[in-house]
């Protein structure tokens, strides 16, 4: 940012001196008809030393001390007086010339006015700008609070009970890095009014393989307490022929820094199938164009199999794959506190690639995110954008993790969170054969979570704000309605998308359960019954 300034210090007179000529008597005065002052000093200001991110200020002009900038107008002469003539002096240096009075008889007395102060006008105008501007701004306070109210009730993002994309958290927010930065973030559109580009060509969910045998999760090796050659450098060369940069693209496939969304992945088949998250991709199996780079710096187009928004999970295919290297997985299971764990991934994007970043297992089974059904295992290695959908690995060259997010908030660092191998196995697997996960129920609603902050400005509880309901799902013709609140599931208290999910799990196709919500326009609670339905999304 450039930042130009000028000292500016017009209409300032500095004391001086009384010279002998203003002590002399008026009719000895010199005449200063002809009084020509000399310029104004002009110099280049010393230049401050540069800081970060600020310019140096630079031939900044600086005035004199007298800030004399105008040309004096020549003084009054005198009225019936003749100055005596007197040799020539020197002009006064950086000084405005000494004015003489003039001087009223009674043949000439002074005019109208003449010769009194004048009314300071400036007070009126300041007093009035005052309270103008005093106006405007209450006008823009009650207008910014009547913006932030509306925004509150609006501003969460919509989401649906098979979809964890957008839901709101409070501090510190638990996001999802990937390729954008700074957090899972929905790609910009360039001109809002035009609809996001769909392209059906990435459905792959006709790629499923029905005959796929399932994801093998291995024991430690057998030396694993004898053998110190079990390290980072071995758990490297092991995993990182495996991974893979995920570059999703709103329009056509271009250029890598041309990316909307950037991720990592994990080659699980020699045929191409890839394990990542399912933000990377948008939650969608159309929402962009995907292009895959291998660590050979070979490059494939792919699709999407199939994708699971409950556990950040997403499977893609690529095309024309073969003799890839898959990754071993070894058992989350059996990780203990304190053991190793490192992260390979594209941390900032694929200009990274293949970086590696080491800590330890921080904690297992963490309920961290109140989007999900995860269990997590927490580490300090960092996970940085870019790093979503890459293998956690233990010294044994085993992916024993998925990243997929971090607490991002200036008072923490090093909190990253992983999936277990465990829990991904059976989404994984359920992906590949049929594109879904299969006995996944749904009520068939989108909605918002009311946060803390909404419940108490508004007086509201916690639960689900319903947005849309599906047609012909489970909620379709029934009491419930847009803007009401699902407040229970069953017995079980519903008050983020993670309960739902969870109680949810209990359930399979045609079950019926009972829906508590709370009506914000009468200030009632109601309960419905609704058939449960597979969810094939």
Request: glycine share 8%.
């Amino acid at each position: 940012m450039d930042n130009n300034f000028e000292n500016d210090y017009y209409g300032y007179e500095p004391q001086r001196p009384v010279t002998e000529h203003e002590s002399a008597p008026q009719e000895e005065r010199p005449d200063v008809s002809q009084f020509q002052p000399q310029k104004p000093l002009m110099q280049e200001a010393a230049q401050p030393a540069e800081e970060q991110g600020f310019n140096p200020i630079q031939h900044t002009a600086v005035y004199g001390e007298d800030g004399f900038s105008g040309t004096p107008q020549p003084p009054v002469a005198p009225v019936q007086q003749t100055p005596q003539a007197q040799p020539p002096q020197p002009p006064y240096q950086g000084y405005y010339a000494p004015q003489p009075q003039p001087v009223y008889s009674a043949a000439q007395p002074p005019a109208a006015g003449e010769g009194k102060p004048q009314k300071n006008k400036v007070n009126t105008a300041l007093v009035v700008t005052v309270i103008v501007m005093g106006v405007l701004l209450l006008a823009a306070l009650f207008g910014l609070f009547g913006f932030s109210v509306y925004t509150a009730r609006n501003s969460n993002n919509n989401s649906n009970s098979g979809n964890s994309n957008g839901f709101s958290y409070e501090i510190p927010e638990f996001t999802i890095p990937d390729g954008n930065g700074g957090g899972f973030q929905i790609p910009q559109i360039p001109n809002a009014t035009e609809a996001p580009k769909t392209h059906e060509d990435t459905d792959f969910s006709d790629k499923v393989d029905k005959d796929y045998g399932g994801l093998k999760l291995s024991d430690k090796p057998s030396d694993a307490q004898t053998n110190s050659g079990y390290n980072a450098e071995y758990a490297f060369n092991a995993v990182s022929d495996s991974v893979v940069s995920v570059l999703c693209y709103q329009d056509k496939i271009s250029d890598n820094d041309k990316a909307d969304s950037q991720g990592s992945g994990i080659v699980i088949s020699a045929d191409g199938f890839v394990v990542t998250n399912a933000h990377v991709i948008g939650n969608s199996k159309t929402a962009y164009a995907i292009k895959v780079v291998a660590a050979d710096k070979k490059e494939y187009t792919a699709g999407v199999v199939g994708f699971d928004s409950r556990t950040d999970l997403a499977v893609l295919k690529l095309v024309d794959a073969k003799d890839l290297k898959a990754a071993a997985f070894g058992d989350s299971e059996k990780l203990q506190l304190g053991e190793d764990l490192i992260i390979i991934g594209n941390p900032g994007g694929i200009d990274f690639q293949n970086s590696m970043a080491k800590g330890i297992v921080s904690a297992l089974n963490r309920d961290a995110s109140n989007k999900n059904i995860v269990k997590y295992i927490q580490t300090d290695a960092a996970i940085n954008p870019g790093n979503s959908g890459g293998p956690a690995v233990n010294r044994y060259g085993q992916v024993v993790g998925i990243a997929s997010a971090k607490i991002a908030d200036e008072k923490y660092e090093g909190m990253g969170f992983c999936i277990p191998s465990a829990q991904a196995k059976k989404i994984i697997d359920s992906l590949i054969k049929t594109g879904y996960v299969e006995g996944r129920v749904k009520i068939g609603i989108s909605g918002k979570a009311v946060t803390t902050a909404d419940s108490t400005r508004y007086n509201l509880p916690l639960g689900i704000m319903v947005s849309t309901i599906d047609k012909d799902g489970p909620c379709d013709n029934t009491d419930l309605q847009p803007d009401d609140i699902i407040t229970k599931l069953d017995d079980a208290k519903i008050t983020t998308f993670a309960e739902i999910y969870e109680a949810l799990e209990a359930h399979q196709p045609g079950d019926k359960v009972k829906l508590g919500f709370y009506r914000e326009s009468d200030g009632k609670e109601y309960e419905i019954e609704i058939t449960l339905q597979e969810d094939k999304r």
